[in-house]
């Protein structure tokens, strides 16, 4: 499976971007899929899951309210509505496959998958 998560870009303070993030080579309709982001001398966060069905979605309290992922499984496609955005979610958001467990979790070892990352930077 390869995920390639695309959308990012640069965005003022209490804009939009809209992620997404295709997955080719095998369906993931049944995986529990995530984003999660990293800062320059950070490390990786978690930032939204939703499990295989669409029916959980869970979100860190930091985004919470601001972000929305949602899926499309005719296309095999996972996205990530960011709303409100700030300076603090500059990073590079990384999407993620969970083929195993399918539940939705915010737990990166939990992810089996990886895609390559997108940048997102917000200017105040």
């Known amino acids: 499976v390869q995920l390639q998560a695309f959308g990012g870009g640069l965005a003022q303070a209490g804009g939009s971007l809209r992620l997404s993030c295709a997955a080719s080579g095998r369906t993931l309709r049944y995986a529990g899929m995530g984003w999660f982001r990293q800062a320059p001398g950070k490390e990786r966060e978690f930032v939204a899951t939703i499990n295989w069905s669409g029916e959980r979605t869970s979100y860190a309290r930091s985004v919470k309210g601001r972000f929305t992922i949602s899926r499309d499984n005719a296309k095999n496609t996972v996205y990530l509505q960011m709303n409100s955005l700030n300076p603090e979610d500059t990073a590079v958001y990384y999407c993620?496959?969970?083929?195993?467990?399918?539940?939705?979790?915010?737990?990166?070892?939990?992810?089996?998958?990886w895609g390559q990352g997108t940048q997102v930077t917000v200017s105040s």
């Open positions: 993620a496959a969970d083929d195993v467990l399918r539940y939705g979790s915010s737990r990166a070892v939990d992810y089996n998958y």
